[in-house]
């Protein structure tokens, strides 16, 4: 699904949604009165475009357009998504609302990044209310899936059916918040983090460093893959929940927390924590931090979806769902993709296991082509490889997109020869050669035998097709 998304507000947040937009093929038009908007979203799109592609196996949609405008109107005339990153000042979010409204189209789902409003505040004195509703995203917006979808009562449960389908096809995780509330959910449970953090630095209890370590040493590292209610519930041993809460529950009435009363925010607090936070990371550029977070972000993620668990799963399957079936060309492309980060080794290049990998998920794709599929496998046939022989001809980095065409040297009975080049797509460079033979085996004896007709008959027809070309 594509279409095109109009960005209000090209900020932090703003700049996100329009990379996000962008990367999976939908036009983008961005208003902002920032003189600097151009350069900064540029900045944040050079982020995501090197990290996004990242996360998946498959090839990358083409990227669609980003235009910026100098007017609201321009922005949103025709426009399928319209996402308001307006400061956080409801005076200034209804002000753009009217805007907005003036000239998009009333089908188009309007919606707000909002961190803490709520939709029926944003959709006060609204031209359309039903069209209204918050996508609340999490930074950096180019990699992190959740949205918190909230409509109002007041929301088109139609539009809010679309708003879900877009966020999805798009890589993203609604969330359907479905009853209103200050700071929605993810939000409300950040707010009573940092309160208790703030009351810690100002207590003199621990500095900005000791409260990070706290957490990406310990529960920061378990909430990525089970959140806080199956954490615990493992937490409890064999008798899960009950137990955990029979144990814990009492300690609430204990001074443990202070979490419904806030710290003044004093100037003496601001100058201790943002001396703290100098002491701990000034050293490093924003653009450093952004990148250091991405990139630990993005193997975080990989992880998480070699396991199917969480975020992981969602990548997974939206990973599937951008996989297109092998066309016909000769050599057949049988593998497009970004290097991952996770890939490189202590040369700063990829490591050669890599290689293998590559050319082996090109012959996977090839044994698909050929009818040689999970089906197949399933009822007991497939090919192991019996010979690889890897040339590497020059350094592949991480961020480099890259192709494997295969061509069929050999398809005769029971043998499979399969001759690999990977090339970098930027330049059109030959990175690596592979030449694999590989024998069809029955999954029952373990041992070698003829394919089955329809992938002998298959194969065949892809022999000659390339000796072809070849001769
Ligand atoms: N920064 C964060 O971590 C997150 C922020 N949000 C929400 O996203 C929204 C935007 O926040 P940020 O991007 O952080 O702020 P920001 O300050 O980085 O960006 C706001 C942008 O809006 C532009 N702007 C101001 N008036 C405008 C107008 N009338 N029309 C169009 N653009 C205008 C500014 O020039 C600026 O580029 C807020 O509602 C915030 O609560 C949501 C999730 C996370
Ligand atoms: C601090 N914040 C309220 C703006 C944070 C968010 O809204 C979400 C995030 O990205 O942490």
Redesign the pocket.
């Given at each position: 699904m594509t279409g095109s998304a109009a960005i209000?507000?090209?900020?932090?947040?703003?700049?996100?949604w329009a990379a996000r937009f962008a990367l999976m093929r939908w036009e983008v038009r961005i208003?902002?009165?920032?003189p600097e908007?151009e350069r900064?979203i540029g900045e944040v799109m050079a982020n995501a475009a090197r990290v996004l592609p990242m996360l998946y196996e498959a090839p990358m949609p083409t990227r669609g357009a980003i235009t910026y405008v100098g007017t609201?109107a321009e922005a949103v005339a025709g426009a399928d998504w319209i996402q308001?990153?307006?400061?956080?000042r409801l005076d200034?979010?209804h002000?753009?609302i009217a805007?907005i409204q003036a000239a998009c189209s009333p089908d188009a789902v309007l919606a707000?990044?909002?961190?803490?409003?709520k939709p029926s505040e944003l959709q006060q004195g609204a031209a359309r209310s039903g069209q209204i509703m918050v996508a609340?995203?999490?930074?950096p917006?180019y990699l992190l899936p959740l949205i918190e979808l909230v409509p109002s009562a007041a929301s088109d449960a139609a539009i809010v059916t679309r708003a879900k389908e877009i966020l999805t096809a798009i890589g993203m995780y609604p969330l359907h918040v479905r009853a209103e509330i200050d700071a929605h959910i993810a939000?409300r449970f950040l707010e009573a983090v940092w309160r208790e953090a703030l009351w810690l630095v100002k207590d003199g209890i621990a500095t900005t460093e000791e409260i990070d370590n706290a957490i990406r040493y310990g529960f920061g590292l378990r909430w990525a893959q089970m959140g806080l209610f199956e954490t615990y519930r493992v937490a409890g041993g064999e008798a899960g929940m009950r137990h955990f809460m029979a144990q814990f529950g009492p300690c609430l009435q204990w001074p443990w927390t202070k979490l419904t009363d806030v710290p003044e925010f004093t100037d003496e607090l601001v100058d201790l924590i943002a001396g703290q936070s100098d002491a701990q990371s000034g050293h490093m550029g924003i653009r450093d931090l952004e990148r250091l977070r991405d990139n630990n972000l993005v193997a975080i993620l990989r992880a998480l979806k070699q396991q199917g668990a969480a975020a992981g799963k969602l990548i997974l399957d939206h990973d599937n769902s951008l996989r297109a079936s092998l066309g016909d060309e000769i050599p057949l492309v049988t593998v497009r993709r970004v290097v991952p980060v996770d890939w490189t080794d202590i040369n700063g290049h990829m490591n050669e296991g890599r290689y293998g990998q590559l050319f082996s998920d090109a012959s996977e794709e090839l044994m698909i082509h050929i009818g040689a599929d999970r089906e197949y496998i399933a009822a007991g046939h497939s090919y192991f490889t019996a010979e690889t022989s890897i040339r590497y001809l020059a350094e592949t980095h991480a961020g480099e997109d890259i192709r494997v065409t295969t061509r069929v040297a050999l398809g005769a009975g029971k043998k499979l020869k399969l001759w690999h080049q990977m090339h970098r797509a930027a330049d059109d460079a030959l990175l690596a050669t592979c030449d694999q033979f590989l024998l069809h085996v029955s999954l029952e004896t373990r041992r070698s035998c003829p394919p089955l007709p329809h992938v002998a008959a298959a194969l065949d027809r892809l022999a000659a097709a390339h000796a072809e070309v070849t001769a």
């Open positions: 209000i507000g090209g900020g932090v947040i703003g700049g996100g208003f902002d009165p920032d908007a900064k609201v308001e990153s307006v400061p956080e200034i979010k002000r753009v805007e707000s990044s909002t961190s803490g409003f609340h995203p999490f930074n917006v939000d």
